[in-house]
T-cell receptor, first 113, second 109 residues
Framework: DAEITQSPRHKITETGRQVTLACHQTWNHNNMFWYRQDLGHGLRLIHYSYGVHDTNKGEVSDGYSVSRSNTEDLPLTLESAASSQTSVYFC????????????FGPGTRLLVL | KQEVTQIPAALSVPEGENLVLNCSFTDSAIYNLQWFRQDPGKGLTSLLLIQSSQREQTSGRLNASLDKSSGRSTLYIAASQPGDSATYLCAAGREKLTFGTGTRLTIIP
């Protein structure tokens, strides 16, 4: 079955370190998204991509970057981790723009000490 | 900027009751309105998607309605079951979704 996976599922890192969270989908979807979920804020969009080599900033993109070298993967990089980036990160994908629902991965719980 | 609100933040009801979850949005020019379910420690599962030209969508015991003029959507759950216990989130938008903070629903056996 097609799916969307995230790794690692849990990560502890130190302030200032670079961290990369992986997202892989096997639906061959063009659209991929990264969100963070924090208590009291709901899910907020970090970055998104509509296809290979396309990336766009979302609502809370400062301190994060993404790259899209193929259809299946959209890794999220924290350039220099900060305690404010402690959160649960979700990756999602969707197909036909504007019509299809988004399918979410299981999430990565990140703790920055 | 679109803002999405879900009230109440938590709701408990006895098993078997019908219930309604509320979602309000500030920009009536939305494209889609989606309802998701999130179980503790898990990702989001899509329940229903209502396109802007539609008024409602149904799936089994779930019915979602959309009233753009009033900026409201409701998720109706019929004959609630303990397995319905979860957090329910609504989200407005096209591709770039704006989420509410969710309603944590507990069905009491």
């Amino acid at each position: 079955d097609a799916e969307i996976t995230q790794s690692p599922r849990h990560k502890i890192t130190e302030t200032g370190r670079q961290v990369t969270l992986a997202c892989h989908q096997t639906w061959n979807h063009n659209n991929m998204f990264w969100y963070r979920q924090d208590l009291g804020h709901g899910l907020r969009l970090i970055h998104y991509s509509y296809g290979v080599h396309d990336t766009n900033k979302g609502e809370v993109s400062d301190g994060y970057s993404v790259s899209r070298s193929n259809t299946e993967d959209l890794p999220l990089t924290l350039e220099s981790a900060a305690s404010s980036q402690t959160s649960v990160y979700f990756c999602a994908s969707s197909d036909d723009p504007g019509r299809e629902t988004q399918y979410f991965g299981p999430g990565t719980r990140l703790l920055v000490l | 900027k679109q803002e999405v609100t879900q009230i109440p933040a938590a709701l408990s009801v006895p098993e078997g009751e019908n219930l309604v979850l509320n979602c309000s949005f500030t920009d009536s020019a939305i494209y889609n309105l989606q309802w998701f379910r999130q179980d503790p420690g898990k990702g989001l599962t899509s329940l229903l998607l209502i396109q802007s030209s539609q008024r409602e969508q149904t799936s089994g015991r779930l019915n979602a309605s959309l009233d753009k003029s009033s900026g409201r959507s409701t998720l109706y759950i019929a004959a609630s079951q303990p397995g319905d216990s979860a957090t329910y989130l609504c989200a407005a938008g096209r591709e770039k979704l704006t989420f509410g903070t969710g309603t944590r629903l507990t069905i009491i056996p």
